[in-house]
């Protein structure tokens, strides 16, 4: 076998891991995103600790990198320790600051409960979408060249047919997070007026990611790069996916209500699970119009991308819906902890839909995109997104018992402890001047798509330099985070600079 052979074999015919262990590894970011919030607040608090850009950029990176790095590597078959030992550090320094707060330092814990529970946030901005961008950005990068590595487990790597890799849930994050931050989302009114203005602007919006499909397209069959032709085909690719999504959606978004996305998320996936039941659409999806796997044509060829941007079409519904609920003005902490317990619960009943269907109908297929891939990916997304919820909370209590605490990409406290109203708003305004300069989180949040550009570009100069198969441990490791540090720091340098690429 050739080289290309070889490294397309070594991620091929794989059928995943369990639901559960990946549930386990997304919560795992979670609680690191937490630590850092609380290290950050104690470091400020007990050594006077200069937060500057450099420093910055450091603990975000230790803390929430390495760690995942690790997670997806040499850490994989030990997810629930690390969580243990997660949990038990961030517990540690919770401890520690509330012994050693500034405010409310005599009063009882259930009264300095009470006051923070009444307090007001900055609701515009919700720091665990943010996250939640970010973890799925940083897990695909990661993923797109560790799975190159013999360290990368295989059961996380991407399914052949049917099956939950962990590097199945990338895709279907990615799509998910970008619909809870849509346009439509964040600027209602940019829908208020004219239709045809409305949809003419979202084609303009693609032409850059069919720019970037062909390109792609063109560079893998010209350097003969492996590819994994069960994914998309023989043409498709990840960014094409992203196109018909970003042409269909803002349609269905013309003409249905925008509080009745889950409706038509729920509508499209049920319609499309029962033609992949009694119609002959599974059976051209698995083995052409011919029936023995034929890739002549522009349909067979990429029979897999094409028919699977239902289900993905499906996904970026429901997360307009989430978005949508979560974006809704709440002003106390009070009520997003009832949001973040309303998201848990509909996780939960997810899952249970999961087993049903799983039993019922169909295993999860990321090659089809079926009904259970959709719930699987809803239901992952709304533990991870509810986690990050809580997390922001116990984070701003943190923040409520030591006056001047400045944690980036976290919520704003509007009214400060043990001040007055004018000193809160100058302080928030001090916090909104100073956060973009200092946060990994932000500037990955705010340049994903060129993060995701960089990531496989770069994993396409590594695997072309570097004998990915037959590479060590120790050297392995290195690479993968030798190429998160690079991807992530210049990331970061364009945000200082402030240097934008607009795709749409």
């Known amino acids: 076998m050739s080289q290309k052979e070889m490294k397309e074999a070594f991620v091929s015919h794989l059928n995943g891991t369990t639901v559960l262990e990946i549930t386990q590894g997304l919560c795992f970011p979670a609680f690191c995103i937490l630590c850092r919030g609380l290290l950050i607040i104690f470091s400020q608090h007990m050594c006077s600790f200069s937060h500057t850009w450099k420093t910055g950029f450091f603990i975000d990176f230790v803390v929430l990198i390495v760690p995942m790095v690790a997670t997806l590597t040499i850490w994989a078959s030990f997810i629930l320790l690390e969580l243990l030992t997660v949990l038990i550090f961030g517990a540690g320094l919770f401890y520690q600051i509330y012994r050693r707060r500034t405010c409310y330092a005599r009063v009882p814990f259930q009264k300095i409960l009470e006051k923070f529970l009444n307090i007001s946030v900055e609701s515009e901005y919700i720091p665990a979408i943010s996250c939640f961008r970010v973890i799925t950005s940083a897990f695909t990068a990661i993923a797109i060249l560790a799975v190159d590595f013999p360290l990368f487990p295989r059961r996380f790597a991407k399914t052949e047919l049917y099956g939950t890799g962990a590097m199945d849930f990338g895709v279907g994050g990615f799509v998910f997070g970008t619909a809870m931050v849509c346009l439509e989302i964040r600027r209602r009114k940019y829908m208020e007026g004219s239709k045809l203005c409305y949809f003419t602007n979202s084609l303009y919006s693609v032409w850059p990611l069919v720019f970037l499909g062909i390109g792609r397209l063109a560079i893998v069959k010209s350097i003969g790069y492996q590819e994994h032709l069960t994914e998309y085909g023989v043409h498709w690719n990840f960014f094409f996916t992203i196109i ?68 993905y079409v499906a996904i970026h519904m429901a997360g307009v819906q989430i978005g949508l609920y979560v974006h809704k003005n709440r002003s106390h902490i009070k009520d997003l902890i009832k949001v973040a317990c309303c998201l848990l619960l509909a996780a939960i009943s997810l899952f249970i839909s999961l087993y049903v269907v799983q039993v019922n109908v169909e295993a999860v297929s990321r090659r089809m995109a079926n009904l259970a891939f959709c719930i699987w990916i809803v239901a992952s997304s709304l533990i991870l997104l509810s986690s990050l919820l ?112 607009k795709f749409w």
């Open 390 to 501: 809580l997390g922001d909370v116990i984070l701003s209590f943190a923040k409520f018992l030591i006056k001047g605490a400045l944690v980036p990409c976290s919520w704003k406290l509007i009214q400060s402890p043990a001040t007055n109203k004018k000193h809160s708003e100058s302080l928030v305004r001090e916090t909104e001047r100073r956060e973009p300069s200092l946060c990994l989180i932000t500037a990955l949040n705010r340049k994903q798509l060129i993060f995701f550009l960089l990531s496989n570009i770069t994993t396409g100069l590594i695997n072309l330099m570097v004998d990915t198969l037959h590479s060590s441990t120790l050297w392995a490791l290195f690479v993968v985070n030798l190429y998160m540090f690079s991807n992530c720091f210049i990331v970061y340098v364009l945000y200082l600079q402030d240097k934008t690429i």
């Open 244 to 311: 018909v999504v970003k042409l269909v959606t803002p349609l269905l978004l013309i003409t249905f209500p925008l509080n009745k996305s889950w409706i038509i998320a729920l509508s499209i996936i049920v319609l499309y699970q029962l033609a992949l039941d009694f119609t002959p659409l599974k059976r051209l999806i698995l083995y052409g119009t011919d029936g023995n796997g034929t890739r002549v044509g522009l349909l067979n060829a990429n029979r897999e991308g094409i028919i699977s941007t239902l289900g």
